[in-house]
């Protein structure tokens, strides 16, 4: 019989790519979705009519143990978040609500209505913030450097202590930041890769941008969901750090996006201090080591490869009218 799969956050960027992966080895894919007023589901449009969606809301205690009743999961994989780390100063109860608290709402559920399912967290580079170690490895200390990053590090340290205290099948993913054409707008590689292209189509005239000296290991999102799956399928649960082992700063980044369009970024980027955080992560690099040797899990897409790719997609998108 196929195996069947919760993902919450389905409806994100990591969420989509992750149900493609899943179908593909032939799961039962169902993912949780929580009540808006408008409906977007664009990238999972392509497969909704081979996933199962089922209402939730990661602050809503009863509707996940309803969720794990009804679907009965053999795993789950716990995506949904308040992901984006600027918002989380101007949010940082609900951020803490969702990104920290939700995490509990799940394993207790699991506890509670299955204590077999096995649990993947999404924990987040961001946990490391101002770096104690270079790169970070699983057992680098964490130094979280936003209401997010605080969050995570609830969510992970929670993952850890309900396996030891339930035995439950629980891992904490490490990811450091992956990308793709369905990262939201407001993430810094989509921001420029979008205003690349819309500058190079006479679409918009600048692009305004924070910190240009920030690095980040940043990998392919397509790449980083069968890590999430790999550690599901080990014998025991463990905590992975899933990175590239390189890093770029921003500039790089704008260096690469507006070269694929034949512009310089210079003529058409200006530095605005609204996109400036509070408190600042510089450099995150990570050391995948663990999860090559045990997992047998290594990134294919190069960071070059990735901007273009990116960059390729918002030329097309534009110009077929799917984005404005
Ligand atoms: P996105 O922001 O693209 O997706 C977040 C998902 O969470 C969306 O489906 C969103 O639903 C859902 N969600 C938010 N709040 C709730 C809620 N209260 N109840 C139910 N669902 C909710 O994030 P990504 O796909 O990029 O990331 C996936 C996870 O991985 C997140 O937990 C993120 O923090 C973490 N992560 C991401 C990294 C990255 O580089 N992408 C790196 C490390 C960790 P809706 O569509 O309704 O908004
Ligand atoms: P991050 O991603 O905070 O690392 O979190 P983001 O792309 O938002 O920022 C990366 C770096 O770029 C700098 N930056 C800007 N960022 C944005 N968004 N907009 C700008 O205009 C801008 N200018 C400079 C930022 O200051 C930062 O240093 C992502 C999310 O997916 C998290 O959910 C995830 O946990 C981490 O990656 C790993």
Redo the contacts with the bound molecule.
């Keep these: 019989m196929s195996k069947r799969a919760l993902i919450t956050g389905i409806t994100g960027q990591d969420g989509s790519y992750l149900a493609e992966f899943l179908l593909s080895m032939g799961y039962q894919v169902y993912g949780l979705v929580r009540r808006t007023s408008t409906v977007r589901y664009e990238r999972i449009r392509h497969i909704q009519d081979q996933v199962t969606l089922v209402p939730g809301d990661m602050s809503d205690q009863t509707s996940l143990t309803r969720a794990l009743q009804d679907v009965k999961p053999d795993e789950v994989y716990n995506l949904a978040?308040q992901?984006?780390?600027?918002t989380s100063w101007s949010q940082p109860v609900f951020t803490g609500d969702v990104t920290a608290l939700g995490v509990t709402r799940m394993l207790d559920a699991i506890l509670m209505v299955n204590p077999a399912i096995r649990f993947y967290q999404a924990s987040?580079?961001?946990m490391f913030g101002k770096v104690q170690e270079v790169p970070q490895t699983e057992k680098t200390p964490f130094y979280p450097r936003s209401p997010?990053g605080v969050a995570?590090v609830y969510g992970h340290w929670i993952t850890v202590n309900y396996r030891e205290s339930y035995n439950l099948h629980a891992s904490s993913g490490i990811?450091?930041?992956h990308e793709s054409p369905r990262r939201g707008l407001?993430?810094?590689?989509r921001?420029v890769t979008y205003h690349a292209a819309k500058i190079k189509l006479g679409l918009a005239k600048e692009l305004?941008?924070?910190?240009?000296d920030?690095q980040?290991d940043w990998g392919f999102a397509g790449d980083y969901v069968r890590a999430m799956w790999l550690m599901l399928q080990q014998d025991s649960p463990d905590d992975f750090v899933v990175a590239t082992g390189q890093t770029h700063s921003?500039q790089r980044l704008l260096e690469l996006a507006f070269d694929v369009v034949g512009l310089k970024w210079q003529d058409y980027t200006v530095q605005?201090p609204a996109?400036?955080?509070p408190a600042?992560?510089?450099l995150?690099i990570g050391n995948p080591e663990k999860a090559g040797r045990v997992l047998g899990w290594e990134p294919h897409i190069s960071f070059e490869q990735l901007v273009q790719m990116m960059v390729e997609a918002d030329l097309a998108a534009l110009k077929n009218g799917e984005l404005t």
Excluded: C, H, M
């Design positions: 978040a992901s984006f780390v600027q987040s580079s961001e997010y995570k990811l450091f930041n407001e993430f810094v590689t921001k305004r941008i924070g910190n240009l920030s980040r921003v605005d996109f400036v955080r600042e992560v510089d995150l």
